[in-house]
């Protein structure tokens, strides 16, 4: 009897490279808890809980009534890139050519497409850790080295010159910056991005780029405001800007987004990725983005949002510091808290019981990430680990992140829910018995 050949593998070997953000998979599970019929609040999702302005809204109805409902330019309509040019120019002090615009549907494009164009096999790419997790997950899919510059609470999560230097070298070829920060709310001040910027000036080539996330640039708080680095000295020359109307204006289901190019050639050679993945973005989008960039009433609308965001930070944060066991930092930017739970671990047991897993679970787990599961199983609120926020430099620390995009209700809630939580031994022992799943 002749014994069968074992099937060739279906998928090329570079799909098992590439990871995902964790946020969107979590939803399976909470789901499932909501199934049972229990009410989970929900602070797990980057996505602020206000409804479009109506002045976008009838632009994108209006835009829809005139018939723009076909292909458009790749690179984002002239209209939308002109507006973009101006209203970054005018916020960061930059003459910024329309030519150098390029916009996509949403932020994730240029991420995925500044590793394809900029970091080359073999060569290093530096990038926050705890960070947006898209900013780690494309480097193995890309055959690069990850160099995760690890943010520390006892410096407020904040990144100086001193922090980044160890980490730069000849093998750098791209380096990602997140102000204000998801998922801690760091916001960076002058001082630091003028050190961070000698640095990268000083030590890089200068064929290497700075790709800086800004999508919460609207979102500050306590009277402070973003700065890009592009506006320090000789920055502008490396710098991808990287913003978009998600954050800032509560449309996230828009999907428009924009990155600004150091030149045009690097401008067109994006736009030729976006027809080969995309073709173009609806036109109505895009007329409803230049709407939000142009008119009066939406400043007026972000006010409305940021001082929600500052409330609620202020009612999470204070409840959170009133817990024996975890600690959280006040946050000077986006809407999300990012409390060490460590002392709430260790009078729960979850620190003993991550040490006693099989060896193969741990390295998919970690003890932030079993009071997580435990959080939405025994106490349902839905939050996310460190391990979420990239997974290299993660180990030993001990936090989660609650998005406040919330009612201050529910986060009340939340917060009297954690507390609760972070003195169950006996609810944790339960759930570490109950079979449920230990990973995200």
Same mark, same amino acid.
């Given at each position: 009897?002749?014994?069968?050949?074992?099937?060739?593998?279906?998928?090329?070997?570079?799909?098992?490279?590439?990871?995902?953000?964790?946020?969107?998979?979590?939803?399976?599970?909470?789901?499932?808890?909501?199934?049972?019929?229990?009410?989970?609040? *929900?602070?797990?999702? @980057?996505?602020?809980?206000?409804?479009?302005?109506?002045?976008?809204?009838?632009?994108?109805?209006?835009?829809?009534? *005139?018939?723009?409902?076909?292909?458009?330019?790749?690179?984002?309509?002239?209209?939308?890139?002109?507006?973009?040019? *101006?209203?970054?120019?005018?916020?960061?002090?930059? +003459?910024?050519?329309?030519?150098?615009?390029?916009?996509?549907?949403?932020?994730?494009?240029?991420?995925?497409?500044?590793?394809?164009?900029?970091?080359?096999?073999?060569? +290093?790419?530096?990038?926050?850790?705890? @960070?947006?997790?898209?900013?780690? %997950?494309?480097?193995?899919?890309?055959?690069?080295?990850?160099?995760?510059?690890?943010?520390?609470?006892?410096? #407020?999560?904040?990144?100086?010159?001193?922090?980044?230097?160890?980490?730069?070298?000849?093998?750098?070829?791209?380096?990602?910056?997140?102000?204000?920060?998801?998922?801690?709310?760091?916001?960076?001040?002058?001082?630091?991005?003028?050190?961070? %910027?000698?640095?990268?000036?000083?030590?890089?080539?200068?064929?290497?780029?700075?790709? %800086?996330?800004?999508?919460?640039?609207?979102?500050?708080?306590?009277?402070?405001?973003?700065? !890009?680095?592009?506006?320090?000295?000789?920055?502008?020359?490396?710098?991808?800007?990287? !913003?978009?109307?998600?954050?800032?204006?509560?449309?996230?289901?828009?999907?428009?987004?924009?990155?600004?190019?150091?030149?045009?050639?690097?401008?067109?050679?994006?736009?030729?990725?976006?027809?080969?993945?995309?073709? %173009?973005?609806?036109?109505?989008?895009?007329?409803?983005?230049?709407?939000?960039?142009?008119?009066?009433?939406?400043?007026?609308?972000?006010?409305?949002?940021?001082?929600?965001?500052?409330?609620?930070?202020?009612?999470?944060?204070?409840? &959170?510091?009133?817990?024996?066991?975890?600690?959280?930092?006040?946050?000077?930017?986006?809407?999300?808290?990012?409390?060490?739970?460590?002392?709430? &671990?260790?009078?729960?047991?979850?620190?003993?019981?991550?040490?006693?897993? +099989?060896?193969?679970?741990?390295?998919?787990?970690?003890?932030?990430?079993?009071?997580?599961?435990?959080?939405?199983?025994?106490?349902?609120?839905?939050?996310?680990?460190?391990?979420?926020?990239?997974?290299?430099?993660?180990?030993?620390?001990?936090?989660?992140?609650?998005?406040?995009?919330?009612?201050?209700?529910?986060?009340?809630?939340?917060?009297?829910?954690?507390?609760?939580?972070?003195?169950?031994?006996?609810?944790?022992?339960?759930?570490?018995?109950?079979?449920? #799943?230990?990973?995200?």
């Amino acid at each position: 009897m002749s014994t069968a050949a074992p099937p060739k593998p279906l998928f090329a070997q570079r799909v098992d490279r590439i990871g995902t953000e964790a946020a969107f998979s979590f939803g399976a599970l909470i789901e499932h808890v909501e199934q049972t019929g229990a009410h989970v609040i *929900r602070c797990n999702i @980057g996505q602020p809980d206000f409804p479009l302005p109506q002045h976008i809204a009838d632009a994108v109805k209006a835009a829809i009534d *005139r018939g723009l409902t076909t292909y458009c330019d790749p690179g984002g309509i002239r209209e939308l890139r002109a507006e973009v040019a *101006r209203s970054v120019g005018e916020r960061h002090g930059l +003459d910024v050519d329309p030519d150098r615009v390029v916009v996509y549907p949403g932020g994730r494009p240029p991420i995925g497409f500044a590793h394809m164009a900029y970091s080359k096999q073999g060569q +290093d790419v530096i990038y926050p850790s705890p @960070g947006y997790p898209l900013f780690e %997950s494309f480097i193995p899919y890309f055959r690069c080295n990850p160099v995760p510059l690890v943010l520390c609470e006892e410096e #407020g999560f904040g990144l100086t010159r001193t922090q980044l230097e160890p980490l730069v070298s000849n093998n750098t070829g791209l380096i990602f910056l997140n102000f204000p920060s998801n998922p801690t709310g760091g916001v960076a001040t002058r001082e630091q991005l003028e050190g961070l %910027s000698q640095l990268i000036l000083e030590r890089t080539d200068p064929t290497v780029r700075v790709y %800086s996330d800004e999508s919460y640039e609207a979102i500050t708080f306590d009277g402070d405001e973003h700065i !890009s680095i592009a506006s320090m000295p000789g920055m502008e020359a490396r710098t991808i800007i990287a !913003s978009g109307v998600s954050k800032t204006y509560a449309w996230t289901g828009g999907r428009v987004g924009w990155a600004v190019y150091p030149t045009v050639r690097e401008a067109e050679i994006h736009r030729k990725l976006a027809i080969n993945f995309f073709a %173009s973005l609806p036109p109505y989008n895009q007329w409803g983005a230049i709407e939000a960039l142009r008119s009066p009433e939406s400043p007026k609308a972000i006010g409305h949002m940021v001082d929600a965001f500052q409330r609620r930070r202020d009612l999470v944060v204070s409840g &959170l510091n009133r817990i024996d066991g975890i600690t959280c930092q006040n946050p000077r930017g986006a809407f999300y808290a990012f409390p060490n739970v460590g002392g709430a &671990l260790e009078q729960i047991g979850a620190m003993h019981a991550y040490a006693e897993l +099989d060896a193969d679970v741990r390295s998919l787990t970690s003890p932030a990430t079993l009071f997580t599961l435990f959080l939405l199983y025994e106490h349902h609120v839905a939050a996310l680990d460190r391990r979420s926020f990239s997974q290299h430099g993660s180990e030993g620390q001990h936090y989660i992140r609650i998005s406040t995009a919330n009612s201050d209700e529910e986060l009340t809630a939340a917060v009297d829910r954690i507390g609760e939580a972070a003195h169950d031994a006996e609810g944790f022992a339960r759930f570490m018995r109950s079979g449920a #799943g230990l990973t995200i």
